[in-house]
C-alpha cells in the first residue's frame, strides 16, 4: 500500500510552499499532490512554478499528481482549467465535473478527488469509462460503504482514503474567512494567508466545530485514520492520504511507512482532540476507540 501527500489545502507563502516540498521530495510519500484546489485568487505560485515544482519531485521518484480548482465560479476559471489539462505532463485530480468532461473529451486518464460525489459502483463505472483510474474517496463515506462499493466493481480501479488532516467538506462562493474579517471578497487582502491551518469555529458548548479556510468549510477536529491501515489493506485499499499542515505532516508520514514496514499500529495512536468516526459509520466528529496494536498476519 502507497502513501500519498495530499494537495496544500491552505494559503501559505511562496518561500513556506517551496521550503515544505523541499522536505516532502526526501519524505516516504510515494505520491504528492500539487497545486491550488481551494481558491482561484491564491496566486503564490503560477501554473507554470507548480509544473516546475512537480518536475523537481519527480526527479526525486515522486509520483507527481496536479490537483485542479474545486468550486468552478467564472468563464475565466474554466479556460484556466482548460489550460491545465492540455499542457501539464503530470495526471490531473478533477475536484470538480467540468475538469471530468475536459480531460474525458482530451482522452486522458485523471484521479478524482474526495470532493467529487461518487457514492456507488454505477457512479465509478460511468467515470471509468471517461478515462478515470483512481478514487478518492469521499470523506463521509465508512469502511462498510467502501467495502459495498468495491464489490460492485467490474473492473479494477486504484482506491485512495483521505487518512489524516482536517477534512475538506463543503465549499461556497462566500468567502469565510474574508467575512470574519469585515472585508469583501473580492477585496479579501488575502487573509487567509494569516490562518496557515485554517480558522476555528467553535460550537456554543465550546467544542471547535469546523474550520474555516476561506470558502472552504473542514471539520473542527484533525481526521486520523492512520491506524487503520491493516484494515484498509485488507480491504484492497491501494493509497493513504495525509493532507498537509506542515512538517508534522511529513512526520506522520515516516511513522506511517515505519509501522507498515514493521506491521504494527502501535506508534500511531491517534492525539487526543483527533476524529475517526465517518471511517466507522458514526458522526464525523466522534471518536472511536480501535487499539493501536493490532497486526496484520
Known amino acids: 500500500m502507497k502513501i500519498s501527500l495530499g494537495p496544500l489545502q491552505y494559503f501559505w507563502s511562496r518561500q513556506q510552499v517551496q521550503d515544505f516540498y523541499t522536505k516532502a521530495a526526501d519524505s516516504c510519500a510515494d505520491i504528492i499532490y500539487i497545486g491550488e484546489s481551494v481558491c482561484s485568487k491564491r496566486r503564490e505560485l503560477s501554473t ?5 515544482l512537480g518536475d523537481q519531485l519527480a526527479s526525486k521518484g515522486k509520483e507527481v499528481i496536479i490537483s485542479a480548482m474545486t468550486l468552478i465560479e467564472a468563464q ?13 505532463p503530470f495526471m490531473i485530480e478533477a475536484n470538480d465535473m467540468a475538469a471530468v468532461h475536459i480531460l474525458s473529451e482530451m482522452g486522458k486518464p485523471f484521479v478524482t478527488g474526495p ?23 469521499p470523506v463521509e463515506l465508512s469502511a462498510k460503504s467502501l467495502d459495498d462499493i468495491l464489490a460492485g466493481l467490474e473492473h ?36 487567509c494567508k494569516e490562518y496557515p491551518q485554517g480558522l476555528g469555529v467553535k460550537s456554543q458548548d465550546g467544542r471547535q466545530a ?10 473542527g477536529e484533525c481526521s486520523n485514520l492512520l491506524s487503520q491501515w491493516p484494515e484498509m489493506q485488507t480491504k484492497g485499499v491501494d493509497i493513504m492520504r495525509l493532507s498537509p499542515l506542515g512538517e508534522t505532516t511529513l512526520e506522520k508520514i515516516e511513522q506511517l511507512h515505519q509501522a507498515m514496514a514493521s506491521n504494527t499500529t502501535d506508534s500511531l495512536a491517534p492525539d487526543p482532540n483527533d476524529c475517526n468516526g ?3 459509520g458514526e458522526a464525523g466528529f466522534s471518536r472511536q476507540s480501535t487499539g493501536h496494536s493490532s497486526i496484520l498476519e
Open 48 to 52: 507554470k512554478d507548480w509544473l516546475s
Open 76 to 88: 475565466s476559471e474554466i479556460s484556466s482549467l482548460k489550460k491545465l489539462c492540455k499542457i501539464s
Open 115 to 137: 470532493a467529487v460525489n461518487l457514492y456507488n459502483s454505477a457512479s465509478i463505472q460511468v467515470l471509468q469509462r471517461l478515462g478515470l483510474t483512481r478514487w478518492v474517496m
Open 156 to 191: 479494477e480501479i486504484e482506491t485512495e482514503i483521505f487518512s489524516h488532516g482536517y477534512m475538506p467538506l463543503a465549499y461556497s462562493a462566500r468567502c469565510f474567512a474574508a467575512r470574519y474579517r469585515n472585508l469583501a471578497k473580492d477585496d479579501c487582502q488575502f487573509i
Open 210 to 219: 469546523f474550520t474555516i479556510n476561506g470558502i472552504q468549510t473542514q471539520s
Open 278 to 280: 465517518y471511517w466507522f
